[in-house]
């Protein structure tokens, strides 16, 4: 927690006697001088301090409130009772008094002071005895002495095995690291290193730091940030980052967070590589089909699982926070809410939530890395090496090269520290303290319902009962073996998993990688990096080098008819007749590269209305026959029908867990806008595209209320227009009742501004403008719902967000701004002038607002799209086939600027396509088959240019009326 809740004196009391003994035992080390002494006790008392506040925060604040309402302390004032309550706690009687409600605080508490104080003991000796080894490392000036040891820096990372952690020791020549393991296995990567890359200059290739290994324990040089001096060395650090993912797929590594990575300079050094020959998990059925199943070890057993490329997080609190060590982008990490003591200094101190930033790491090169700038490099360096690697292989010494790691000891990380963490923060709480026994058996059933879910996690009660104990002292439960054996020592002896050669197993892996899928994982990695296009930096314009007019209808064709075989190209199959495609996926979290989901933005629903509206197309003659096309709609429709069956089947487990939210292209009402799609377009029936989504209406009042995000994309906003849908087609009362409901909550959280209203959106408390995440969106909602229930505040708040969504437009520039962003005009669907426009164009052929001054905004809003929007990329979402359909709708209007028409518009869309291929974004290379995101929605935008097509706008979630037989 981020506050402190009383002064140091009152845990000094605390820990007084055991820093005590551990002074006088310090005495009795020989080879440190006292000053040296001094130096390790004060760093260890000043972690202990840390640690015990961190476990007791909690229960004092307990005690502080108990205090107050007793009427137990004195003071005219809450800072002058703070100071009487300090004053009562900072005895030993006070921590004695505790025992009675908290019986097993003060035992718990003494096992962890111990422990820490005996590594702190062990540190000493060994530096006292290692201390001619060590200096070696220290890297002085020539000529200069070591000198003494100055400071001690413990808890660098997680404490195992008895309260030992990492820690960092200053001398007067420089830095050390003490490491409380083994470190020859860092030994044998500089040695595979140096045979690997035997041909790049030492002083800029790929290492590890230098060590000394001792017994069980080791020494290991302090790498020292440092930014790169100019775009030679840039450029050499990226392709480096590439060596790395070659290396560490090769070797099995995993866990190479943000922290175990150093930029320094041209060389990024993997300080931490005790993860390494990592046993794969055994597959499980998941239930939504074998295709995702297949592409979920896909996946896996790809270089994502290194952990070095850029992946949002999952767990509370690090939902969609990227660790990644290659990731961690500044200014692309999300706000977090962590809990921190509110009030400090007062009698009224209490937990609450504060918004935390993540901490930045030392794992870039520069203060504002272009990752993207340079991801091409990444990119060619693993595939470069591992060229390399394979030709080697096939000479015969790779394996003998692996082998020297089979009788050294490595770390299996078998559950996320994130999902450790938790528990351990549960396991100290109050009530956990008072009844430590019910604590315990919540901590392993957690443990055990995780490895059920989980293949690979510890289910044996013995091992599970045995990380409860590691966490009660403190500790990070840690699992270890070597290759050779296979079989995991855990905590307090206990053994795991069965006895396997894993350096064979991993190998084997390598060997049989996809080398293809592998790049493409790579590839599609960068756009998790990022948490939305607005940070993406510039990047060069897909402009085509003329305009050519001739031919639009058969290069249109060819064009759709090219991605759509693409598309059945890059399925992944099952033998079950299931389908899914692996790609990145915007979902809750974030970005992250995994088999598409359910929803219609970038997932499997998507998919089936462009297949359906292809299929459709290509019947009336205005597509060329693409075989694959029929048989693989029937495949999408069987794998979205069994996930929505196992969905269902597992209602009850996903009650307890976080639900899915309700968003209309994230989330459950983009199933039923999907659904309703479906019908529209001829390919399913209407009974069961109305029982499926009376389904999804059943499980959204649990979305509401567990996920209070109002947007369009994600939020109940764009579960609206959806819900009028089905109650309008399906007569479904619950739907049209949640409709309204939503449009109340909606109402309710507006931040009514004079004429103006917005809403607190996703970090943004003072509002956001654009259709997916601000203003004009739940204003689209709102005024839809107005317009079928008559609900004037409804009608009078989604005019309040238009006057908003207006407050933001420039006419210096002629566009809106991007309030995401310094100075960033919003040009995109998502953020700006096409989204705008969409709902412009909505209103005004529906007859709802004042028609000629919706003509005016779509004239400006097509402008600005013409101007800043179109040249990027060509998707939906944020590029040109988004910028196509608003700027046809203004040409069709009499709103086209500059002598645009259609010939022109589609001459320049289809040629830039041609010239430069589809690009999805800022995915870029990548294959993204998603409608919204992806090459999904430009092929059918390329179908919906013909002048006769009558398939829906896909820019609004809204299937338009379907006919109930």
Known sequence: MGEYTVSDTVLDRLLEPSLERLAARLGSVAGLAETERRAVHAGAAKALLDTVRLRTNRVLLLELNAARITGRLTGDDPEARWRDWESQAANQEFWESLGAHYPTLIPRLRRLIGNRCAAAMSLARRFAADRPLVTTLLRPFEGDEPGELVSVEFGAGDSHRGGQSVAILSCAAGKVVYKPRSVAVDLAVTRLLSRLLDDEPADTRIRVPDVVNGDGYGWAEHVAHRYCADEEELRCFYRNLGHWLAVMRLVGGTDLHAENLIAAGPIPTVVDCETLFTPQSPARESGYGLAADRAGRLIGGSVLGTGLLPGRGLALGWRGVDMSAIGSLPGQQPVTELPVILGVGTDEARIGLAPVRVPLSLNHPSPEPVLIKHWDLVVDGFARLTRRLRKIDEGGELQGWLEEFADLPIRVVLRSTESYAELQRMLWHPQALHDEPTARRRAADLLAKQAANAPGRPDDPVVIEAE??????????????????????????????????????????????????????????????????????????????????????????????????????????????????????????????????????????????????????????????????????????????????????????????????????????????????????????????????????????????????????????????????????????????????????????????????????????????????????????????????????????????????????????????????????????????????????????????????????????????????????????????????????????????????????????????????????????????????????????????????????????????????
Not at 636 to 646: D, G, I, S, Y
Not at 651 to 674: D, F, H, Q, T
Not at 699 to 717: K, Q, T
Not at 921 to 927: E, K, L, P, V, W
């Open 468 to 965: 409860v104990e590691e966490l009660l002292d403190g500790d990070v439960p840690f699992f270890a073996t070597t290759p050779r054996r296979g079989r995991l020592a855990g905590p307090r002896g206990t053994l795991w998993g069965p006895a396997q050669d894993l350096i064979a197993g991993t190998l084997s892996r390598w060997r049989s990688a996809d080398l293809a899928l592998e790049r493409q994982v790579i590839q599609s990695a960068l756009v998790s990096a990022y948490l939305n296009e607005g940070g993406v930096p510039t990047q060069r314009r897909l402009l085509p080098a003329r305009l050519d007019t001739d031919r639009l209808d058969r290069r249109r064709r060819a064009l759709a008819a090219g991605i759509m075989r693409s598309l059945s190209d890059a399925a992944v199959r099952a033998e079950d007749g299931t389908v899914t495609w692996i790609a990145p996926v915007l979902n809750p979290t974030g970005w992250a590269v995994m088999p598409l989901g359910l929803d219609m933005y970038g997932g499997a629903a998507g998919i089936a209305a462009l297949l359906a509206g292809y299929l459709r197309e290509m019947e009336a003659g205005r597509a060329d026959p693409v075989p694959d096309v029929g048989p693989l709609l029937d495949d999408v429709l069987r794998t979205v029908r069994m996930a929505e069956e196992q969905w269902a089947k597992k209602r009850g487990e996903i009650k307890v867990r976080r639900p899915a939210p309700a968003g209309g292209y994230l989330g459950l009402a983009s199933r039923i806008w999907g659904w309703l799609l479906l019908v529209r377009l001829g390919v399913i029936e209407p009974a069961e595209a109305f029982s499926r989504s009376a389904d999804v209406v059943r499980e959204l009042p649990a979305a509401l209320d567990s996920e209070p995000s109002l947007d369009l994309v994600s939020g109940m906003a764009g579960a609206v227009v959806p819900l009028l849908r089905l109650h309008e087609s399906a007569g479904d009362a619950d739907a049209g009742k949640l409709a309204g409901e939503i449009g109340r909550k909606l109402v309710s959280a507006a931040r009514v501004r004079g004429d103006t209203a917005c809403w607190t959106i996703d970090g943004f408390p003072d509002g956001i403008g654009g259709l997916a995440h601000g203003a004009t969106g739940i204003g689209w909602a709102l005024d839809r719902l107005a317009a079928a229930t008559g609900d004037t505040d409804c009608a009078t708040l989604a005019e309040a967000a238009f006057a908003y969504e207006e407050t933001l437009y420039v006419p210096e520039t002629g566009s809106w701004r991007d309030l995401r962003g310094p100075d960033q005009i919003g040009a995109a669907w998502c953020h700006g002038s096409v989204g705008i426009a969409a709902v412009a164009a909505d209103r005004l052929m529906s007859g709802r607002g004042d028609p000629e001054r919706l003509r005016d905004l779509l004239r400006r809003a097509a402008q600005a799209s013409q101007a800043d929007g179109i040249g990027w990329n060509h998707t939906l979402c944020h590029g040109d086939f988004g910028a196509w359909e608003v700027l046809d709708l203004a040409v069709t209007a009499g709103l086209g600027a500059g002598g645009l028409d259609r010939s022109r518009l589609e001459a320049h869309l289809i040629g830039s396509v041609e010239e430069h291929g589809p690009v999805s974004g800022f995915a870029r290379d990548a294959f993204v088959p998603g409608l919204m995101p992806g090459l999904g929605g430009v092929a059918y935008q390329l179908l919906r240019m013909h002048p006769e097509c009558t398939l829906p706008s896909v820019l609004l979630p809204d299937p338009g009326p379907v006919q109930a037989s």
